[in-house]
């Protein structure tokens, strides 16, 4: 990490400055899948300590996301996607953003416990860890399998709503959590198709850097082949039903099929269309995640 002497001496701070340190569209992703995890559990939570849950899991999501950015000051200030973060831009210090992650992580826990369990308010804590301490200060410089390993802080969020509710871990909750870590690499992956020169120059062993394009695409299409059966699974679980397992269906079909073709292309192919179908898979993968978790809350609904 760079020390933060090597910025510009921070301006007065903007409320949307730290709005910005918390990753809203990341958190955003956190509130979601945690708020569907918790309300297709099979215990029913008064409104006011779900409402409660959620909002701290939230917060502990924007605390990881502040540590995220205090220890990646130096490599957001290289790279084109991240240099006008609060912390490279000089608007925000490096160790005001690492005590506001600081503070925000033991008040998310602590209320967590308070107002759901101490069992998803150990969840949460180790989740924080794992992105800020395991992912960013370890996994992220070190290996190619950064995104692997590291997706599963990510993919923590709906087991920490399930345990809200029920106090522990199921299938169902794993099938979530198997869901989104089996999603995260090839979501990232091809990003890093069209990104590959920003992580080249910030140093940051992305597979596409490691290994090359070539390799990185055939990665794409066997995840999207690991993918589908976990998607499936969940849907003959007591959270499933035929609503979801339509929309898993379809959408993993797509999904192969768009890795599938993605896999076939060359890097010439792509500068020539200025990577068209690694952008089009790209966002289809956020689609695929969201339509995965609203089917569960339509089937949940409709079900009830």
């Not at 490279?88 to 369990?117: D, F, R």
Request: a positive charge; charged letters at 10%; one cysteine or more.
């Amino acid at each position: 990490m760079t020390d933060a002497t090597t910025y510009q001496t921070p301006t007065e701070a903007e409320f949307s400055d730290y709005i910005a340190l918390l990753k809203p569209r990341v958190m955003s992703l956190v509130v979601f899948t945690a708020f569907v995890g918790l309300i297709v559990a099979p215990v029913h939570l008064h409104p006011l300590i779900a409402f409660c849950s959620v909002l701290f899991i939230a917060i502990g999501g924007g605390a990881s996301g502040a540590l995220n950015m205090w220890y990646d000051a130096d490599i957001d200030a290289v790279m084109n996607r991240t240099k006008s973060r609060p912390i490279p831009a000089g608007k925000i210090a490096a160790h005001e953003a690492l005590a506001l992650g600081l503070a925000l992580s033991g008040i998310a826990v602590m209320m967590l416990g308070l107002s759901a369990n101490w069992f998803a308010a150990a969840f949460l804590a180790f989740t924080i860890f794992f992105y800020a301490v395991v992912y960013t200060m370890w996994l992220k410089r070190s290996t190619p399998q950064n995104i692997v390993i590291g997706g599963a802080a990510g993919a923590f969020p709906p087991m920490i709503g399930w345990a809200c509710a029920t106090g522990g871990i199921s299938l169902e909750s794993l099938l979530m959590f198997a869901l989104i870590f089996f999603w995260t690499p090839p979501h990232f992956w091809a990003l890093a198709l069209f990104m590959k020169e920003d992580y080249h120059k910030a140093g940051v062993p992305m597979l596409t850097v490691t290994h090359g394009r070539r390799t990185t695409r055939r990665h794409i299409f066997a995840y999207t082949l690991v993918l589908a059966p976990f998607a499936i699974w969940l849907g003959l679980t007591s959270v499933g039903g035929p609503i979801y397992l339509s929309v898993a269906v379809v959408l993993n079909a797509l999904f192969i099929w768009r890795g599938w073709q993605v896999m076939r292309r060359t890097d010439e192919q792509s500068h020539a269309d200025g990577h068209k179908a690694e952008k089009s898979f790209f966002r289809l993968s956020l689609i695929y995640l969201f339509a995965h978790f609203a089917a569960l809350l339509v089937q949940h609904w409709v079900g009830a």
